[in-house]
């Protein structure tokens, strides 16, 4: 999940479960910060919900309430599915609620569907044994948090765009080769301008196949909607059926989304062999 980003939070930030479930929040924008680097401190309990489901929200609500009074012994991560298919995904979630604990960056124990408080009082304390001595009290150094990529990630989670912009400038004006700040401006600038994008995007380029700017448009629009293969293949139309500038215009487009995501995931590798075969 390292660098997943939701690509529509920020313009329709997830709700919480109501109340006071927006304080454990979380999006594929910040999961990293607040689950993965979080988990190795302390065990984070995810909980992917739905707003539509009464058992979800119930099972939220169980979790607050026992997140807060065990006083930091664990952290709690609410997750709104579907608006964070992404993570759902990578989780391998096949119904919702699901309850997973991640302890050092990784799943260790998990449960699906809505259970009743003593027996989610039950599977919490044999997480929370399980790790007993494990993390962060095992005495190893953990890295210290840069305070440059802090206030980048708060202005992220604000809303900040131009803020958030700014900052990872100013990290690679002082480190150039900063490959988390690279990739973080990507993602950046890929959002500022998805989020310009008409909602109409797609039909037009549909109904104009030939309109590469459309195209470009239409791929970036799904791209933001989590469609990164429809993404893919529309601009690998474009670059099968043109030539001389319209076509690199399009492959130098799809490269970009391309280094929006890790490079071993199995939706770039395909789509870089398309691409491929497309060019020659």
């Known amino acids: 999940m390292s660098g997943a980003v939701d690509l529509s939070s920020l ?8 109340g006071a479930a927006g304080d454990y929040s979380v999006t594929e924008a910040d999961f990293e910060t607040k689950v993965l680097r979080r988990s190795t401190q302390v065990p984070v309990v995810v909980v992917l919900y739905s707003q539509r489901s009464p058992g ?4 939220v609500r169980t979790l607050e309430r026992l997140v807060a009074a065990d006083g930091g012994t664990w952290d709690l991560a609410t997750v709104e ?17 699901t309850v997973i604990a991640i302890a050092g960056g990784q799943p260790l124990a998990d449960f699906e569907g809505a259970q009743p408080e003593p027996q989610v009082r039950q ?7 399980a790790v007993a001595g494990k993390l962060e009290s095992n005495g190893e150094p953990q890295p210290a948090e840069d305070p440059r990529f802090t206030a980048a990630e708060a ?7 131009a803020g958030a912009e700014a900052a990872y400038e100013a990290i690679l004006a002082a480190e150039p080769a900063n490959e988390e700040a690279k990739a973080a401006l990507r993602q950046l600038r890929f959002l500022g301008r998805a989020q310009q994008i008409p909602a109409s995007a797609i039909a037009t380029s549909d109904a104009d196949p030939s309109n590469v700017d459309a ?6 629009l799904e791209l933001f909607h989590q469609r990164p293969e429809a993404a893919f293949d529309r601009l690998i139309a474009v670059v099968r059926r043109t030539a001389g500038d319209e076509r690199t215009k ?4 799809l490269l970009e989304l391309f280094e929006l995501f890790d490079q071993a995931e199995p939706f770039v590798v395909a789509a870089r062999r398309k691409l491929a075969a497309a060019l020659y």
């Open 11 to 18: 313009k329709q930030p997830a709700a919480g479960a109501g």
């Open 123 to 129: 599977w919490l304390n044999a997480v929370i044994d």
């Open 56 to 59: 979800s929200i119930e099972l």
């Open 155 to 161: 202005a992220l989670e604000q809303g900040d765009l």
């Open 215 to 220: 195209a470009l448009d239409a791929a970036d």
């Open 250 to 253: 399009a492959r130098t487009r």
């Open 81 to 97: 599915a579907e608006a964070n298919m992404r993570i759902a995904q990578a989780l391998r979630v096949q119904g919702i609620p």
